[in-house]
């Protein structure tokens, strides 16, 4: 097997070669790596939180978080380019809930991780 990045050769090739087959496309990885960023960031984090209780607007959110709205929008709109929360109009207001059962899952396993 050559290796054209790497300075080291295989100790285990049987475990390279299993492994290295499965893993998946650097595309993905990076993508992976970009959703995780937007995770890693407590507003967001605490945002994600409160849209799992309920649907809300940015005013409500501003008062539950203790912000600004103009900082609840900034950083809704990250959220929304991650594709972890939609938006609807309703009248006047728009309100944002999580995209799907996904971001509540993941939310929940790291929670749970972390209080291991």
């Not at 900034?74 to 009248?91: D, E, F, N, P, S």
Request: proline fraction near 2%; charged fraction near 30%.
């Amino acid at each position: 097997m050559e290796n054209l990045r790497s300075d080291c050769e295989a100790t285990n090739i049987d475990i390279v070669n299993r492994v290295k087959p499965r893993m998946p496309e650097m595309n993905l990885l990076y993508e992976l790596s970009d959703f995780f960023k937007v995770m890693g960031d407590s507003t967001r984090i605490q945002l994600l939180w409160a849209l799992e209780e309920s649907e809300m607007c940015v005013g409500d959110l501003a008062v539950v978080l203790d912000m600004t709205k103009s900082a609840v929008s900034h950083q809704l709109k990250v959220l929304r380019t991650a594709k972890l929360v939609k938006a609807q109009k309703k009248g006047k207001n728009v309100y944002y809930a999580l995209d799907d059962h996904h971001v509540k899952s993941i939310l929940e396993k790291a929670l749970e991780h972390i209080g291991e």
